[in-house]
């Protein structure tokens, strides 16, 4: 028998992140509802509650389907009267029809799942409309119109432009209504499918639907004041208030106002285009389609699949092009049929026929590149085939000579510290905070930061520090604020560089939450702060306070600094790997610029670009680029709200599980981020912890924040280590993790995943409790005891995380700076000599004896156990005694730079005094 619904132990529909997924469980609720009625009419139950349930239900999903084309008002309707009408089976029958649309977006291509009275598939030729016979796939979108018009006019418009339709069209699109201001914004919060946003003049403020729930989707995205803005001017604001939450939307206006006037104003910068009077609906229509053609274009792939279908001869290398050699070959047949036809004939390593050269791109890759920076937010942008290990040395390379000094986070990634060692920069280590109970480090806390340089400007050489080295988000989820650490550093010095390696962290810029943590979304913001004449007042008395502080620095560390905003330049430099949260292939990744002083850098940026790029770069990974641009543009929106969603869902679900949590846990923002970097006082997402008024206002304000698509599942008080934990998941349950510390391994969500991921990874999690339980209490106290010890050496007996102690005196220009750059070039090539290297094995008393006594130790080369991923130690750095304990209590196989057989490699005391005093430049 089918089981009741029980709606009231649902979630809330304001707990919800993604209205779309909040949308989608609600159709199943009232589908569900519908069933069991159904059941009770059929066996002559009372029927009656199960009725009011469906009121209820349809109650509240109505106002927020207005906000979409589909279902749609005939299905709506349908819907209504089925309740209306006491008819279960008919109400069963439509919202099964409507959740099964809907899960599956079938109704971007079915027309009769917009029939009510039509039931199950439509033949596969009728799967597009009617109006484009004969074509293939076409896009489906939805236009959202903001219209002032009487609602009873609403459908025949509709039905105007769907007259319009023309089999050439490349797309399809729907058309959804709203009369107002707010429900404008919550159409384009709510529906996923808006690509294209028609504002008519004349519209007014107030949503007529007054749910609390909708005000709080509101005010998670914008605060309006509409006290401040005259009617005339409501649609403009409208068009800004609708580019902050989704800047990739083509939004138009229709207006009676003088629209010569308005075009050239600043006002009309988020407008795609501006009619005047509503004459001119053909040319809206051709408007919309080009708008959002012009971002589903992917120049380079676009060619590339050109090129693939032409005749073509090769005289050149790359045997593979055209696949001749593979699909003939008797031995390696198996390769071109796994692979498919394409793959060989969309290769080639020519640049010419159409394709164009990455590594002087003038046709189609440069378009792609720009269209790739518009994308994201970037006045620039340069595609990567080899990972942003190597976009992170070209950046490095291209910014720092011999001699700079770059501050940077020491638990960064290792590209960093071999960029820094190729160009020859000094590194100036500064630390994150440590998460010892987790054996891992957080972020580096600004304080830190303007520590380093204040340090040293006070011991002149500030002139030198060119570039500040962060890494957001961390592997762990820490994200800075970065707007807040580049303005307060480039108060210290204006024209500072920053590099932010946002490997994890492409996808940052789709979602409305997200954006404000990351480089690009802060450079834009803090371009247009220094910009507004309210800054340069509130900089003067700024400027006046740290005057009176003359050369008493200490205060400049815990107060706001304000850079001058005469002298400020804006110069961001972002690397992501794309192929680590958007859909491109391996080693995919980008290298973005914000750098108002990019002609200075020109040059020695394609120096490093050619250093690092192959001269025969792989062609399907930079159309992947291209293509993954193309699908952020147009549905980043809607995949990263919903991986968000699906990782609150796991969180919410691990911690509360009666059983899961005695044994396993999701590491909270509180469990993450130490409580001084949260002034918010945010413990962990929704409820009953926080609301998302609260989560923004913390992401906007706090000086870490927790990414919660990245979850450290702790895993040792299951009596798991880390990698044990991640082999044990991998070959029991073919679940593929990557990091993993001590006691957690971290699970990441990304736009690949679906809730059946989060299903299976529940259960498992689930299964594994139960047997950890079964085996507690079957095994006896002997078991139990041991199981206790495992937990505690996971858990507590955690070693302490060493520091950078410094580098030897050999390396350091002034051995007796606070700060603590050196040369790393130098100790790193000396190094390739063996006469000046000696090994010594890490458990010998010679260790002891040394630390103790000296000659001190000093590594040759890095070493980099994974985990925790960062260097222990580097080519000419001291060797303390934390270090050695760290490292004599790591359990980890994968040690690089470390054989256990040699020993430690480090430089011999002779060759350190032979080098003696050092120059800059070493
Ligand atoms: C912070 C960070 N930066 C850079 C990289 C290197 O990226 P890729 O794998 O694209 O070379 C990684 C890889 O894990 C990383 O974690």
């Known amino acids: 028998m089918t089981k009741p619904t029980q709606p009231n132990t649902s979630l809330d529909l304001k707990d919800f992140f993604s209205a779309a997924e909040a949308r989608s469980d609600r159709w199943h609720q009232l589908n569900a509802a519908g069933r069991a009625w159904e059941a009770a009419v059929a066996q002559g139950q009372p029927e009656d509650r199960l009725h009011a349930d469906a009121v209820r239900l349809l109650a509240e999903i109505a106002p927020l389907e207005s906000y979409w084309a589909y279902p749609g008002p005939r299905l709506m309707a349908a819907v209504g009267e089925a309740i209306e009408q006491r008819n279960a089976g008919v109400l069963a029958r439509l919202t099964q029809k409507i959740s099964s649309a809907l899960i599956t977006g079938s109704y971007r291509q079915d027309v009769a799942a917009w029939d009510p009275l039509q039931d199950g598939d439509t033949p596969p030729e009728l799967l597009v409309p009617e109006a484009y016979p004969g074509e293939g796939h076409k896009p489906y979108f939805e236009v959202l119109v903001v219209t002032p018009n009487d609602p009873s006019h609403w459908e025949r418009s509709r039905a105007e432009l769907r007259r319009l339709r023309r089999p050439e069209d490349p797309f399809v699109y729907e058309v959804v209504q709203v009369g107002t201001f707010e429900d404008a914004v919550l159409g384009a919060i709510f529906n996923t499918n808006v690509q294209a946003v028609v504002i008519h003049g004349g519209i007014l403020f107030r949503s007529r639907h007054d749910m609390p729930v909708m005000r709080d989707f509101l005010q998670r995205h914008i605060s309006i004041d509409p006290a401040s803005t005259a009617p005339g001017e409501l649609a403009v604001a409208l068009a800004r208030a609708l580019k902050n939450v989704r800047p990739e939307l083509d939004i138009y206006l229709l207006t009676d106002r003088a629209v010569e006037q308005l075009a050239g104003s600043e006002e009309a910068a988020p407008l795609r285009r501006i009619f005047h009077s509503v004459e001119e609906i053909m040319e809206i229509h051709l408007a919309v389609l080009d708008g959002v053609g012009e971002r589903y274009e992917t120049p380079f792939f676009g060619n590339l699949k050109k090129y693939a279908q032409r005749p073509i001869g090769t005289f050149h290398a790359l045997p593979v092009a055209r696949g001749k050699s593979i699909f003939r070959s008797n031995w390696i047949r198996d390769m071109g049929h796994f692979y498919g036809a394409n793959l060989f004939l969309a290769e080639s390593s020519a640049t010419t026929g159409g394709l164009d050269s990455l590594l002087e791109p003038t046709g189609n890759i440069k378009k792609a590149q720009e269209m790739a920076a518009r994308a994201f937010g970037a006045t620039r942008a340069y595609f990567g085939t080899n990972g942003t290990s190597t976009s992170n040395k070209i950046v490095v390379q291209a910014l720092c000579k011999p001699g700079d000094i770059v501050i940077v986070d020491r638990n960064c990634h290792k590209s960093h510290h071999y960029g820094l060692v190729l160009s020859g920069a000094q590194p100036y280590y500064v630390e994150a905070f440590p998460l010892t109970q987790y054996s891992m480090y957080g972020a580096v806390p600004l304080r830190t930061i303007k520590k380093a340089l204040l340090d040293c400007k006070a011991e002149g050489k500030l002139d030198r520090v060119k570039v500040v080295d962060l890494t957001n988000c961390t592997f762990d989820g820490h994200m800075y604020n970065p707007k807040r650490v580049m303005e307060e550093c480039l108060a210290i010095k204006p024209d500072l560089i920053f590099l932010w390696d946002e490997a994890w962290f492409g996808f940052a810029r789709f979602s409305p939450f997200h954006r404000r943590r990351t480089a690009m979304g802060a450079a834009a913001a803090l371009a247009a702060r220094y910009r507004d004449p309210a800054y340069r007042d509130a900089y003067k008395s700024y400027a006046a306070k740290v005057a009176a502080l003359g050369s008493n620095t200490a205060p400049l560390l815990d107060m706001a600094l304000m850079p001058d905003p005469d002298k400020v330049r804006i110069r961001v430099y972002q690397t992501n790997s794309t192929h680590k949260s958007m859909s491109a292939l391996r080693q995919g990744s980008m290298i973005l610029v914000w750098d108002e002083d990019f002609h200075h850098v020109e040059g020695p940026f394609e120096e490093a670009f050619f250093t690092h790029t192959s001269t025969s770069p792989n062609l399907q990974v930079i159309a992947s680029l291209d293509v993954a641009r193309r699908q952020m543009e147009l549905e980043g929106y809607e995949l990263t709200l919903k991986a968000t969603e699906l990782s609150l869902r796991i969180r919410r679900e691990v911690n509360s599980h009666s059983l899961i949590a005695r044994y396993f846990r999701v590491a909270s923002a509180a469990d993450m981020i130490p409580a001084e970097f949260r002034a918010s006082k945010l413990a962990d997402y929704g409820p009953p912890h926080s609301t998302w008024k609260d989560v923004i206002e913390a992401w906007n304000d706090d000086e870490f924040a927790l990414d919660p698509t990245r979850l450290t599942l702790i895993c040792g008080a299951a009596g798991f280590d880390g990698t044990q934990f991640k082999n044990l998941l991998a070959e029991r ?180 005094a032979a080098r003696g005093a050092v120059g800059r430049d070493a």
């Open 733 to 912: 349950f073919d679940i593929q993790l990557n990091k993993t510390s001590r006691n957690s391994v971290l699970i990441q969500t990304n736009i690949n995943n679906t809730r059946s991921d989060a299903a299976l990874l529940i259960k498992v999690l689930s299964d594994l409790s139960r047997e950890i339980e079964q085996r507690l209490a079957q095994g006896g106290v002997t078991e139990r005891a041991a199981f206790a010890a495992r937990v505690k050496s996971l858990m507590t007996d955690v070693p302490d995380l060493p520091n950078f102690s410094r580098f030897h005196a050999a390396f350091r220009d002034n051995a007796k700076a606070v700060s603590n750059e050196g040369h790393m070039r130098a100790p790193f090539f000396m190094a390739y000599d063996e006469a000046n290297c000696e090994f010594i094995k890490l458990a010998s008393k010679e260790i002891d004896d040394r630390l103790k006594n000296g000659p001190e130790l000093v590594s040759a080369n890095f070493v980099i156990p994974y985990p925790p991923g960062f260097p222990i130690m580097v080519p000419g750095q001291v060797l303390t005694a934390e270090t050695i304990a760290f490292m004599r209590k790591l359990d980890v196989k994968e040690i690089h730079g470390y054989h256990a057989a040699h020993g430690l490699k480090l430089l011999t005391p002779a060759a350190l």
